[in-house]
């Protein structure tokens, strides 16, 4: 199998990264006929992994990030012989408690102190921020008992760390908003504005801040093009997911089905 002829469907420099990761792990699996893993891909990485796995028809995939409905994956591939399952995916989960006056933190401190102990962002799942100081992180094992033993601080609060079952995860409901709007174009800053309902003098210097993703990748273009399908998210607000493109209004402006998840 050719590996450059693949990657050069891929014209970004993060797609290609991906997908040589992709399918390194793949022509491993192939040729040892050994299961092999990734790392946590985020949605639009596991989108240009399924597009790298259709060329393997030996080998079968499972994605899973610890409970259904998770954002941040890893992927197991397999020989298509074998029978695998979830549980053959290996994950560790984790369950951080601050003090109780810490109010307000938010998915981006937990985050932020789990990379400034030097992990990488691929080694961290799905963090589930919940009522009452917790927080429950899905990682990947050879990380959990690093961090059991250094994490100890969320800002300026003082945290403490246990490890959990998967049964013992409480993911909240999903929230979603349908919202019907028109749009000039299909910039980035315009999608932006309707879908998160903040002008675009506001848009615009927190895509230039690097605020807003475009399917789960920095941005910095305001007229960035977006097509039915993406998902744009804004640090804090939540993600946009343009769930349709429903043609030209009478007075010719696109028509518009957003889904917004919060």
């Known amino acids: 199998m050719d590996k450059e002829k693949i990657l050069e469907r891929f014209t970004q420099e993060s797609e290609r990264q991906t997908a040589s990761i992709v399918l390194d792990r793949a022509l491993k699996a192939d040729k040892t006929g050994e299961s092999q893993i990734t790392d946590f891909f985020d949605p639009y990485q596991q989108r240009i992994a399924d597009n790298v796995l259709h060329f393997f028809k030996g080998l079968k995939q499972i994605s899973w990030g610890g409970y259904d409905g998770a954002e941040r994956a890893r992927i197991l591939l397999f020989p298509a012989v074998w029978q695998s399952s979830l549980t053959d995916v290996p994950l560790s989960f984790l369950q951080a408690q601050v003090s109780k006056q810490a109010q307000g933190l938010t998915h981006r401190d937990y985050l ?3 990379l400034g102990l ?7 799942g799905d963090i589930l921020v919940l009522p009452e100081g917790k927080a429950q992180v899905v990682v990947c094992p050879e990380i959990a008992g690093f961090i059991l033993t250094n994490w100890r601080e969320v800002g300026r609060y003082r945290v403490s ?3 959990i079952s ?3 995860l409480t993911p909240p409901p999903a929230r979603v908003r349908e919202i019907k709007t028109t749009v000039a174009s299909l ?3 315009a999608v932006a504005s309707s879908g998160f309902g903040l002008s675009r003098s506001k848009l615009t210097p927190a895509i230039k801040a690097g605020h807003v993703k475009l399917n789960w990748q920095t941005v910095k273009s305001a007229a960035a093009a977006v097509k039915e399908g993406d998902i744009i998210s804004v640090a804090g607000r939540g993600r946009v997911e343009v769930a349709e493109v429903r043609g030209f209004s009478k007075k010719g402006r696109i028509q ?3 889904k917004k998840y919060t």
């Open 118 to 124: 030097g992990l990488r962002r691929e080694k961290v």
């Open 256 to 258: 518009l089905l957003l």
């Open 187 to 189: 910039r980035l800053d």
């Open 161 to 163: 760390v246990e490890e």
């Open 166 to 168: 998967a049964a013992e």
């Open 112 to 114: 932020g102190s789990l």
